[in-house]
C-alpha cells in the first residue's frame, strides 16, 4: 500500500501528558499537511510543510503543538499540556507539487481523559 | 476567506434512485473545489475536483459534480445510488491565490442510501 500512513491509529492518554504523533506520506509527494477533525466537523487545516519547510500555519495551532518534517519526508505533530479539548482526530494528508489534490492518512483518533 | 457550506445534515435515497449532495462555496479569487468520503473511522478519500475547463467533472464510483459559477454552487451527484454509497462526504474549497495551500472544508453531510 503506498497511500499515506499514519501511526498510532489510537492514542488515550490523559491530561497533561505530551503526545507525538507520526505521518509518512506518499513518497513521490513534497507537500504534507495536517489537519484536525472534531465529532460532527469537517476537517480544519493545522499546518503545511513543502519539503522540510513549515509555510504555513493556523492560529489553531496554539504554542502546545509543535510539527515538523526534518528531512522533508515523514513529519511529527507533538501536543504537549495535552487538555480534554485537544480530543479528535488528527488527520494527514500529502500532494505533489504541481497537483492540487490532498490524500488523506486514515489518522490518529487522540482522546485525552 | 474561503468557507464551504452545505446545507443539509443528512440526504436520505432510495437504493436506485438519483443522488443529490449539495455544496455552496465562498471565495475572494477563483476556486478550486474537492469532494472528498468518508467512511466511519477511516481518513477521507478523494473523490473528484474542478480545477478549470468543463463545468461538469467526472470521478470516482461514478460520482460527478456541477460547478456553477452564477451560484458559487458545486453539487455532487450519482444517477443511481447504492447501499455502499452510504458515508460522510465532504466538500472543500481552496482559494487560488498564490501561496495559499490550505483546504476549508464544510461540516459534511450524511448520506443514508435505504435498500
Known amino acids: 500500500d503506498t497511500g499515506v500512513s499514519q501511526n498510532p491509529r489510537h492514542k488515550i492518554t490523559k491530561r497533561g501528558q505530551n503526545v507525538t504523533f507520526r505521518c509518512d506520506p506518499i513518497s513521490e509527494h513534497n507537500r504534507l499537511y495536517w489537519y484536525r477533525q472534531t465529532l460532527g466537523q469537517g476537517p480544519e487545516f493545522l499546518t503545511y510543510?513543502?519539503?522540510?519547510?513549515?509555510?504555513?500555519k493556523s492560529r489553531l495551532l496554539s504554542d502546545r503543538f509543535s510539527a515538523e518534517r526534518p528531512k522533508g519526508s515523514f513529519s511529527t505533530l507533538e501536543i504537549q499540556r495535552t487538555e480534554q479539548g485537544d480530543s479528535a482526530m488528527y488527520l494527514c494528508?500529502?500532494?505533489?507539487?504541481?497537483?492540487?489534490?490532498?490524500?488523506f492518512g486514515p489518522g490518529t483518533r487522540l482522546t485525552v481523559l | 476567506a474561503q468557507s464551504v457550506a452545505q446545507p443539509e445534515d443528512q440526504v436520505k435515497v432510495a437504493e436506485g434512485n438519483p443522488l443529490t449532495v449539495k455544496c455552496t462555496y465562498s471565495v475572494s479569487g477563483n476556486p478550486y473545489l474537492f469532494w472528498y468520503v468518508q467512511y466511519p473511522n477511516r481518513g477521507l478519500q478523494f473523490l473528484l475536483k474542478y480545477i478549470t475547463g468543463d463545468n461538469l467533472v467526472k470521478g470516482s464510483y461514478g460520482f460527478e459534480a456541477e460547478f456553477n459559477k452564477s451560484q458559487t454552487s458545486f453539487h455532487l451527484k450519482k444517477p443511481s445510488a447504492l447501499v455502499s454509497d452510504s458515508a460522510l462526504y465532504f466538500c472543500?474549497?481552496?482559494?487560488?491565490?498564490?501561496?495559499?495551500?490550505?483546504?476549508?472544508f464544510g461540516k459534511g453531510n450524511q448520506v443514508v442510501v435505504i435498500p
Open positions: 510543510f513543502q519539503n522540510e519547510a513549515q509555510l504555513e
Open positions: 494528508a500529502s500532494s505533489e507539487q504541481g497537483t492540487d489534490t490532498q490524500y
Open positions: 472543500a474549497v481552496r482559494d487560488s491565490y498564490y501561496g495559499n495551500n490550505r483546504l476549508a
